[in-house]
């Protein structure tokens, strides 16, 4: 029976060269661009899902309450970490590593060689929780003692020729760090493998966490942040009520922390679910992992429509065959089993060419998302595959099955299809739904662009275009030196710095009090730390007051507010003003206009700048006309007084675009699933369209002959499917309207949505059509009338 059905399947493909080749492009592109997503989703669900403690390993956070706001923080005491798994006996260990603002990078050095690193200070059973591979050493002893280092394989290789080298030997590694810079002599005692691309915690060394402890005294203090805690917990321990247990854990070890709740999420979700909003999870790359699995979904669903509608369409070919099967004793059961088998032959042959497509295309996808997705074949995929097939051999051919068999054989054997009201308007509303989801998509396609033009376009109150910046790792005392050497150097306009980068957004501070009231110190402001000429190098206007000035002789105690701040503190004439910061008066020195401090997912807040005399990031204006040689004189310049570090400059404008990077992968992959689905619902439309003409053949022979026009055959094929392109353009516009309103709520500023975007959906979508039907249309109207009379 199975061969037999592959027999007939194989020889009707034959028959039917054309509904062959337009349902294997159909099938095809749509498994070609599931299989894609699935990847893409797969590659973004593996981040941090690698270690062998995956499903009981967890990571405080903490939401802080604050008078505006609640803000959601990753980082807390290093006490905390040791403390927690004495008072819990859910947690079997805790892992505590440096937060993310520490990211100390230095010289590995020894007296033959140095190599630049990255490290991270960890727990000394870091190598035990976490699964990254220690190619040389054990991860309960590696770190057993605080001068051991862990290098990468990379690193090790680097400084001494091979893995097995390393060991044991000592090296200093001078490092800088957000606290300034440290030289400590460390021993290798282990080497692990290079990190895969799929962990978030990416580093070169992990040195003992006892290290960062006698940088700085603040690191082992109760109030200090210093700090990422890890927990293992015991398996099928109840998160809620665990995260109810630790909530104000934080009161019963320090004064004043009654605004502070603790709570955990699971490490390998933090990827795909990091953002919160006033101390709720919402949003993140979930979204689009999410998004795109519907899009997949609905292609798939799309390109099955196209085979049921051709499937129709050729039904009257098949007439006599289902008539003298039906005489000679076939039941529909079996001619349901031989449709849906006819049905995963093309699904089998369309996934072969899938296959191949995905395998051509994949270094593509991979540039435009910037992954390495590589195809692999291991249960996962096999399984994927065969569910995929399966999936799309019924789908594909449930309906063609059952419409085909139930077909009574004294109409059949007549030449009559039989014809049902129902079975006309089921073909004729998966073509509208196919159409509604074209049109919602090309409504997304100029949306998405139009609010990525937007992000681009908008003044955020600073200058973005030729400033570079770079990182700072030179002795502290010679920046200033650095700086005015850099202003010597022609095409150079100016220069100042800045700790963190001004697209970040991450250098925040409470504690201010400027009118006696106790609320003032539960106000959050941003606040980033800056030096001279900050304003100035960024175009910052200046609404009153002065700047950081040198000739002034400004430091820490001396602040300027942006114009949010001052309307926010109701202070008439801020200029002058002494606020109390922690017992440290304060100066307020003047007023700038409000900028964009952080991406526009954010609104604008009030904002402290705070002075310092040391910055760790560089921020430098250009010439409009700057040549590579002034690039070249500042990398002379930075080599010389940051030996070891590469000159790794960008520009500013560069990495706002970057900002938006996730954004700008969506509007991206949009338009290309865009493009396959309009194709698909062009080639389910065209279906119909030739299930009419085979509906139609002997009328139109006759109209023909009467005297019809081609133009006037072409407008009677026609009119019926416009309007069912109509119907789904009604039904499209306001659910496009609401899906693109809520994603642009995730925008702080965005676009209106102007209804000339669904007019021009709408046309877009009658053209589209039109030419779709006109291409079978006008091969009707042109076709001789001789062969649609004849008698069969």
Known sequence: ??????????????????????????????????????????????????HKNEENLYQVMGNFEVENKIITMDNASFLLGESIVNDFPEVISSTVINADFITPKGIFSDENT?????????????????????????????????????????????????????????????????????????????????????????????????????????????????????????????IDNFNGKISKYLTTKVDNREKY?????????????????DGI????????????????????????????????????????????????????????????????????????????????????????????????INPTIIISLIALL??????????????????????????????????????????????????????????????????????????RDHIITFPYNGETNKLETFISELQNITGVRSVSFMNGSILDATDSQGGFNWGGNPSDKNIMFQSPRVGYGFTEVMGIKLLEGRRFSKKSNDDYTKIILNASAAKLMGLQNPVGTII??????????????????????????????RFRDFGSDIVLKLDSTTSTTTLDQISSLYNTFQPGYPFEFSFLDVEYQQLYEAENKVAILSKVFTLFVILISCLGLLGLTIFNAEQRRKEIGVRKILGASVLGIVKLLSKDFLKLVIIAIVIAIPIGWILMNEWLQDFAYHIHINWWIFLIAGLVAILIAFATISIQAIKTALSNPINSLRTE
């Open 580 to 609: 109390d910061k922690s017992n440290q008066k304060m100066e307020i020195i003047g007023v700038v206009d409000d900028f964009q401090y952080g991406s526009l997912h954010k609104k604008l807040e009030p904002l402290i700048l």
């Open 261 to 277: 709740t603790l709570f955990i999420q699971k490490f390998s979700d933090r990827y795909l679910k990091g953002t919160y909003e």
């Open 114 to 238: 140095q190599q630049l690193g990255q490290g991270i200070f960890a727990s000394p059973n870091f190598f035990q929780n976490f699964s990254f591979e220690l190619l040389i050493g054990e991860p309960s002893s590696v770190l057993a003692n605080k001068i051991n280092v862990v290098l990468s394989e990379e690193l090790a290789t680097k400084l001494f020729t091979t893995p097995e080298n390393a060991i044991g030997k000592t090296l200093d590694w001078d490092y800088k760090w957000s606290d300034g810079a440290k030289k400590v002599t460390v021993r290798v005692s282990g080497v692990f493998k290079d990190l895969p691309d799929n962990s978030t915690l990416q580093f070169d060394a992990v040195v003992h966490s006892d290290l960062l402890k006698e940088a700085s005294r603040w690191v082992a203090d109760w109030k200090s942040g210093y700090a990422k805690i890890f927990l293992l917990l015991k398996e099928g321990t109840d």
């Open 1 to 50: 029976m199975i061969k037999h059905t592959f027999l007939i399947a194989l020889r009707n493909l034959r028959k039917n060269k054309i509904s062959f080749l337009i349902n294997s492009i159909g099938l095809s592109t749509g498994l070609a661009c599931v299989m894609l997503i699935f990847l893409w989703i797969q590659d973004e669900r593996d981040v941090d899902a690698f």
């Open 390 to 463: 399966f999936i799309t051999g019924f789908l594909a051919g449930s309906y063609p099955a059952f419409y085909l068999s139930k077909f009574q054989p004294v109409f059949v054997l007549k030449g009559k299809l039989l014809k049902s009201f129902g079975d006309a308007w089921i073909r004729k509303g998966l073509v509208v739904f196919q159409f509604t989801l074209a049109i919602i998509f090309i409504i997304g396609v100029f949306i998405v662009n139009n609010q990525m033009h937007f992000v681009m376009q908008k003044n955020l109150g600073y200058e």
């Open 281 to 376: 999870q919402t949003g993140g790359r979930i979204i689009y992992i999410r998004l795109f699995a519907i899009i997949a979904f609905l292609i798939l669903l799309i390109a099955c429509i196209n085979f049921m509608n051709l499937s129709t369409a050729q039904a009257s070919k098949r007439l006599k065959e289902i008539g003298i099967k039906k005489v000679l004793g076939g039941r529909q059961k079996a001619l349901i089993l031989q449709f849906i088998g006819e049905s995963f032959v093309l699904a089998f042959i369309s996934l072969i060419i899938a296959i191949a497509l995905v395998i051509i295309v994949l270094p593509y996808f991979n540039q435009t998302t910037a992954k390495t997705i590589e195809i692999t």
